[in-house]
């Protein structure tokens, strides 16, 4: 039997309403006093002191339970604070894994032990942790991977590569996937996840850089790193559905959309008035753009109100993340087309620095979180398609 897409409509609560006016003015003090510049893809941007102001705001771990760190307020709350930063270009690069789904999947599948130990310290803007999925023969195609653990004494003795993984050069922890034991006919079976600390003896960091010559990227050499028992996450064997229910997270924020809003928003200032004018082809271009950032951001909020809930949902997050990635590589070309027809100089000013950054930045779009062809298998298996 087919299954089916289902995105029902969600409203925000008003202490989430509440809450992004107050997220709005510290973004304007920050801003006023020079604390950040708004940047394209901002959540490849990092700043630790800027993440560290979110924490002792309490924005860090928000939905955690208070004895982790947490708030305990809801995802919707978090949905808002998460969209206000990403409009505004702020830098959250630091600790956006951590948050966004670290903690969760820590909460779902860790040991007490380690919640404990790692979950406050994230929630305080101190612990920062990157993503050891990708690798340099396996790309989106997680089943592939080859770094692999043998059990020692006491834990397990860690070898191989993991590639893109943002900013870990400075995080303090990876979680890494990896085969714990040979393949078999399932290509999804015998693979577990170890929390990795980075300052332990065998890793190596090995930066890339990206268009922009930005050092965001890293390759992560594992030469005989030990990794105790203790910091195996969930079972293992396990680490294929922990993997794949971390990945709803990743792959159906607004992130996946709000990359590149800094240049609509700058876009769209001085053209108000022409827009407001008349009906003509500016307004129908800047609308159907607005139109597509409408739809995304009602579907993304969908999923975040019924993961609240405890939803499986990795069929509709990779729907998010595929059509939201596809407009991020839209929005800067259609900002570009529309700003020379209406005249405006496209090398000068706020909009002239953000559009090109976005020009660089945005052709990563469709590959980091799993490409969009990947995707679209997930996605036909998922409706029983293929």
Known sequence: MTERLLFPHERLP?????????????LREEL???????????????????SRKLGRAGWLGMTWPRKYGGAERSSLERYV????????????????????????????????????RF?????????FFAIGMS?????????????????????????????????????????VLCRTSPKEDDRHAGLSQLLVELDSPGIQMRPILNLTGHHHFNEVVFDDVLVPDARVIGDIGGGWKQVVSELAYERSGPERFLSYYPVLASLLGPLAA????????????????????????????SVAGRLQLGASLEIEAAVVKDLGTRFER??????RLIAAAAGMPLHEGEFGRLLAEAVLRAPSSTLRGGTNEILRGAIARGLGLR
């Open 135 to 175: 690798e340099p023969d396996a790309g989106s195609d997680l089943a592939a991977v080859r770094t692999r653990a043998d059990r020692v004494d006491g834990g397990w003795r860690l070898n191989g590569r993991k590639i893109w993984s943002s900013f870990a050069h400075d995080a303090h922890c990876m979680i």
């Open 14 to 26: 008003a202490v989430a309403e509440t809450l992004r006016h107050q997220v709005r003015a510290f």
């Open 32 to 50: 006023a006093a020079g604390h950040f510049l708004p940047a394209s893809d901002s959540w490849m941007n990092a700043s630790p002191e800027f």
């Open 330 to 335: 839209l929005l800067p070309e259609q900002a």
């Open 274 to 301: 022409q827009i407001g004018e008349s009906d003509g082809p500016l307004t129908t271009a800047v609308g159907a753009l607005v139109t597509q950032l409408a739809t995304l951001r009602q579907m993304s909020l």
């Open 81 to 116: 604070l998460t969209e206000e930063l990403l409009s505004a270009g702020a830098p959250v690069g630091a600790h956006w894994i951590s948050d966004r789904q670290t903690g969760p999947m820590l909460l779902r599948y860790g040991t007490e032990e380690q919640r404990l």
């Open 119 to 127: 979950m406050p310290g994230i929630a305080r803007g101190e612990c």
